[in-house]
């Protein structure tokens, strides 16, 4: 178990192991990444390839947080287009059914 009064991941170096090897002991919460971006992580931190700058350049100055009449007017807008989202989306779907009872 994640102790809740430290961060959400852990990880544990155990060396002195047989012929000189190591192993690395990861853990992190769900909360903390998804499945494909663990894997991810993961696979970067232990490849064998060199890769010195492999998360690109990283901005020292945050950006502005929104305000919120940004976020507001995003929600909005993002609502307001669900309608025809759904619509495509059954349209896409009917004429999948369609062509799927069609006899070959």
Known sequence: MLQR??????QLVIDG?????????SKVHH???DGVAG???LAMMLSAEPSPNSCGEISKTPERAPTG?????EEVA??????R???A????????????????
């Not at 993002?78 to 309608?83: D, E, K, M, R, Y």
């Open 39 to 41: 894997v991810g992580a």
């Open 31 to 33: 909360a903390m990444v």
């Open 85 to 87: 989202r759904l619509a």
């Open 78 to 83: 993002f609502l307001a287009a669900q309608p």
């Open 89 to 104: 989306l059954l349209r896409k779907r009917r004429g999948s059914a369609r062509s799927a009872r069609r006899p070959a």
């Open 17 to 25: 192991l047989q012929d000189g090897h190591f192993a690395i002991v």
């Open 5 to 10: 009064d430290r961060p959400l991941w852990e």
């Open 69 to 73: 009449a940004e976020l507001l007017r």
